[in-house]
Each structure stands twice: as structure tokens, then as C-alpha cells.
């Protein structure tokens, strides 16, 4: 199975995410009282996606179809907290955040999920029980070392 979607990671400095994403991070911040994450990040992705074909039929019929054909998922990492955010043009921001030590990251089977990205679950800030959240990547050294980046942030977290 092909990946529906054309991905391009790199590593970036939180002051370099697009002004939506930044804006919604900071909104979020404000809303769950979280200290400044853009300030305070040690680590900082992006993921541009693109969709390379139109959605198939049951995706559509069942309403499973990303709303946009591109989007950029922003990565944040703290010395304790996890942020991830999504920017597409229809869905506008979407940010959630969890304790590094509560995250659980796993590699969905291929047949799932063809990047090379991860499953990232844990208990949201504000959300009553712990949930997955899929986070794409490229297969380049970009998408990588956000893997491999996020899973030793995590190990140092549960290390405390």
C-alpha cells in the first residue's frame, strides 16, 4: 500500500512554525495554563503533507476523509510536556498536549499506516481517557530523527 500522503519533515526552531500554528499553540497555552511551550521547547518539528490522490469510496461514504489536501503538523517538545499541533486550511488549528512521562509511542502495522511515522497515546490534557494520535513523517533523515528524538524524550521523562 502506497502512502496517500507526500511528506516532508525537518527540524525547526519554534519561532519558525507557521503564524497559525504559533498562534493556536499560544491560545492553547493560555487555555490549560501551560507555561510558554514555544519558549520552553527543547525540540521542534514540522510536518508539511500532502494528499497525493482523492480518498477512496468507503472513506468517503463513512466520512473518514482529512478535510484537507494539505496540512502541516508541528511537534513540540519540552522538558516535560508533548505538543502537537495541526494546521490545514478547512480544519484551522488543532492542539493537544500530554506529560512526556504518559506517552506511549508505537509503529502502527504497514498495513495500517505506510509513513514511517508513530502512534503517540496518552492521556490529552483535558481529555477523560488516553487516546492515540497518529503522527506522520517522512522517510528521510527528517522523519527519523523526530522518531527517534520523541522516543528518547520519552525515555528521559519516565527516567525521572
Known sequence: MDDPYDRTTVRCSANDLPEPLRAGI????????LDDPLAQAEHCYTTHSVRQREPGLLARLTGRV???SEHVT???ITETLL??????????VNVRSAR????????LPAALITDPGVSVTA???GVPE????????DDGGGGRALVET??????TARGR
Not at 83 to 92: E, F, P, S, T
Not at 100 to 107: A, G, P, Q, R
Not at 150 to 155: F, I, Q, S
Request: proline share 2%; hydrophobic share 45%.
Open 74 to 76: 508541528a511537534v513540540l
Open 150 to 155: 520523541l522516543r528518547r524524550a520519552v525515555g
Open 66 to 68: 482529512d478535510p484537507d
Open 26 to 33: 499560544q491560545v492553547y497555552a493560555e487555555e490549560h495554563q
Open 83 to 92: 505538543l502537537i499541533g495541526v494546521h490545514g486550511r478547512h480544519r484551522g
Open 130 to 137: 488516553a487516546s492515540s494520535f497518529h503522527v506522520g513523517a
Open 123 to 125: 492521556l490529552w490534557f
Open 100 to 107: 512526556l512521562d504518559s506517552v506511549t509511542i508505537s509503529k
